[in-house]
């Protein structure tokens, strides 16, 4: 007990010494001088190794070119720096700085700047410090995002560059009311946001709820877009993400038309999508690309692989444990005799099966991809035959658990095949305590919780709770295009009506005849 008092007072100690929230200093202004604004950066740069200096003198004037060289492009600098510079006289330098470079009369836009990839110019006499754009290029070319893979339309993903995943939304939805607002997050290391929302649908509470999260956060870095996801999410211990990732293009697009906002990080090309409901992440772009009978078609049998993925080997188990009446009498005879040798119960089989594939699975990620595609595949036959013929696990189970593996890898959203993924273990416990009853109390639970969740104010399981049979058209179901007259209202939209008449030349045909 004396350990853990000392324990809990010494945290209580070091907490109460940590700064709730670090305090920016003011920023210095820059000096007149060469040697005391480059003495200055190296303090604010820890000396690191790779700021470099260049100084030059000319007729007129003595400066340096001060620069991070793992940021910029060198031959920029010679270029649009220092050839400008060497080139200009007494009478053309005021000119020159003022085409070529942006003024900075203060440190920390000098910092901003260097880290960007921008070179600093520094001239005797000036008591401003001189800016240009010369930052490396090593961005990967525009491709389709290899986990969102679609058969129709745009073959469009972000990338890592956050004016490049803007530049595709502004190149596709050429519209004066999308609007773009920026945002720092990150107190040692600043990342850069963007908030993207049509100004003429997107709700104003949703972005100011945004606005107010993001500036609650106080964290040192925030790493990446998963960082961000987690922090201003609503409910962290839920399995259930409550934002939606994705890659693509149009996909963003989509949503945007449907009054949400995305969220962009500097550095990650995956948007988070707000606020979102549970039948949105069962949604793909070949949906609206295929007829709608295909499409309804598709979507309900996303919408099956959801039930399959939690719920058969949990229904296995407890048919197995508890309620083997309620097989088929041409079934008794073949299950009875796979199970009939085999020296586990049903919960330890469905568990070392589905170990197994989650091994699999892992292996295949993490290998390179021409060996991860092989050892998945054989992986998976000779494990699955050699657990067979050694008698540790039924044929029937080998048959659940591979339907269980390709259910959940037919959900168009990683973040929610994850979640089912992981719902199947405790259903598995429940049917292995309690059979059929357990399932049931089980799937009790996960509505209710469902019904109860929301992201940013908007139920996670509308339209069917709260019931809205209008929006219905749009989520399980894929009506016609031109019957999708009206926004989600989930969403929050300025405007509900998004067509009038699509199919004005039927009526007219009509009127005629």
Not at 151 to 166: A, K, M, P, R, W
Request: charged residues 20%; aromatic residues 8%; proline residues 5%.
């Amino acid at each position: 007990m004396k350990f853990i008092k000392h324990l809990l007072k010494y945290n209580k100690v070091n907490n109460d010494n940590l700064p709730s929230k670090q305090i920016p200093q003011p920023s210095k202004e820059v000096f007149s001088t060469v040697n005391e604004n480059i003495s200055t950066i190296k303090q604010i740069f820890s000396n690191t190794e790779d700021l470099v200096e260049k100084e030059f003198k000319t007729e007129t004037v003595r400066g340096a070119l001060i620069y991070l060289e793992t940021m910029v492009d060198k031959e920029k600098i010679q270029r649009d720096a220092l050839k400008p510079c060497l080139l200009s006289n007494s009478e053309t330098i005021q000119k020159m700085l003022n085409a070529n470079f942006q003024a900075s009369t203060v440190f920390n836009q000098v910092e901003d700047a260097l880290l960007k990839g921008s070179c600093v110019l520094s001239l005797d006499g000036y008591e401003k410090l001189f800016l240009v754009d010369v930052s490396m290029s090593k961005d990967r070319s525009v491709t389709e995002p290899e986990n969102e893979k679609i058969v129709q339309g745009s073959h469009d993903g972000f990338i890592e560059n956050l004016l490049t995943n803007l530049h595709l939304l502004r190149k596709t939805m050429k519209s004066p009311n999308l609007r773009m607002k920026y945002f720092r997050v990150g107190i040692q290391v600043k990342s850069k946001i963007a908030l993207v929302y049509l100004n003429n649908l997107a709700n104003e509470e949703v972005i100011h709820e945004f606005e107010r999260r993001l500036n609650s956060i106080s964290m040192d870095n925030v790493l990446n877009i998963g960082f961000l996801e987690e922090l201003i999410e609503d409910s962290t211990i839920s399995p259930f993400p409550q934002l939606l990732n994705t890659e693509r293009v149009d996909r963003v697009i989509g949503h945007l038309n449907e009054g949400r906002v995305a969220v962009f990080m500097d550095g990650n090309p995956t948007a988070l999508l707000l606020p979102v409901t549970f039948f949105a992440f069962y949604q793909s772009p070949d949906d609206y690309n295929s007829r709608w009978m295909i499409g309804t078609f598709i979507r309900s049998i996303r919408h099956a692989s959801f039930l399959i993925s939690i719920l058969l080997p949990a229904f296995y188990i407890a048919v197995i444990a508890f309620h083997f009446e309620v097989l088929p009498d041409e079934l008794v005879n073949p299950v009875g005799s796979s199970i009939n040798k085999i020296p586990f119960p049903p919960l330890i089989e469905a568990l070392l099966m589905e170990l197994t594939i989650e091994l699999i699975r892992e292996a295949g990620i993490r290998l390179p991809s021409r060996i991860g595609q092989t050892i998945g595949i054989v992986g998976g036959l000779v494990i699955g035959d050699a657990i067979v013929q050694a008698g540790l696990i039924s044929t029937t189970m080998i048959v659940v658990v591979a339907l269980t593996a390709i259910s959940s890898f037919c959900v168009p959203s990683h973040g929610m095949s994850d979640a089912v993924r992981l719902l199947r273990f405790p259903f598995m416990f429940l049917a292995a305590s309690f059979g059929f009853v357990g399932i049931v109390f089980g799937f009790i639970v996960l509505l209710a919780h469902l019904c109860k969740l929301e992201s940013f104010g908007t139920p996670y399981f509308a339209p069917l709770a709260p019931l809205r049979i209008k929006d219905i058209k749009d989520t399980f179901l894929r009506l016609p295009i031109w019957k999708l007259n009206t926004r989600p209202l989930d969403s929050h939209p300025k405007h509900i009506k998004q067509q009038k008449l699509s199919r004005g030349w039927k009526s007219n045909d009509n009127k005629r005849k």
